[in-house]
């Protein structure tokens, strides 16, 4: 099976090394040509100059863009070259009605879509350690898995089209509690004049630890943000969360705190920086 990336951001370049490493990668397609070319020349594979020549040379395409506009644009793209029978696998974390537009626009040219959004961060992306919450025709998956292999440790098949991405909001909503825990905790352990190494290992062995603190506490109490997962993204998330949980008549509370909270940090130009920034709130 020959497979084809698009978007090699922080998330999907350590995929594509994933893919190519399986040995079924062939090509990739990056909006900023310079990324593609380079990651290419590395793994030996083509870079495709647009995403419709990709499409037209691959049995999987793979897509890890940032929004669901982007998403939208690059399935406009693949739909006017792709073969029929061919396998379109989005891991963007988007809504799931830009998943069931997806899916129309790319059915009308007999080509499955899955919408597969990925949870284990950069790290995961680089470890081939994601896990992989999908959406979609099940026999596609089936199609598709021993490539989704290659970049997961775990893959779910949630049932329709969309189910991937409600999934995935339910996870984003998560995040933000855990983000709002770790970073108002770990500023009061410094309030205190705790040692912070011991205070994040001690905990992260016990029943509060968890991902978030053991792969960020020890930068964020060191006034280090780098991404990781950009602020702006998880905003541009629970934004969807809260349209989808307004509509389900769902709490928001969490939701709208930390929006209100993500926009204050971006307005202060730290949109880019991971999302662990909201430490500076905490802190001030
Ligand atoms: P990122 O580093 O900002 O990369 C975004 C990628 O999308 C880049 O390759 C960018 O191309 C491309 N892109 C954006 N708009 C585009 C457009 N209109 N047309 C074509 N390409 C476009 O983001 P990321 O962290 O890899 O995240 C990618 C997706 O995965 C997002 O939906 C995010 O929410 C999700 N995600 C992220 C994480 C994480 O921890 N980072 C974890 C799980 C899921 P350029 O290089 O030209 O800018």
Redesign the pocket.
Known sequence: MKAGMI??????IGMARNIAKAGYLVGVY???AA?AQSLAEDLNVIAYHQPEELAANVDIVLI????DQ?VL??VEAIALTVKPGTIVVD????SSNTAKLAAAMLAEKQVAFLDA???G??EGAKNGTLAMMVGGDESALEKARPVLEAMTRCIMHMGATGSGQATKAVNQIMGAGINQAVTEALAFAQAQNLPMEKVIEVISGGASGNWFLQHRGSTMTRGIFA????LA?HHK?LKICQNMATQSGASTTLIDMTIADYERLMAEGYGDEDISALYRLKSD
């Open positions: 978007g090699l951001g922080a998330m999907g990056n909006r900023t990324k890890c863009v940032s929004a982007d644009a690059m891991m963007s974390t988007v959004p990925v949870s961060g950069v991404p990781g997962f950009k993204l998330d």
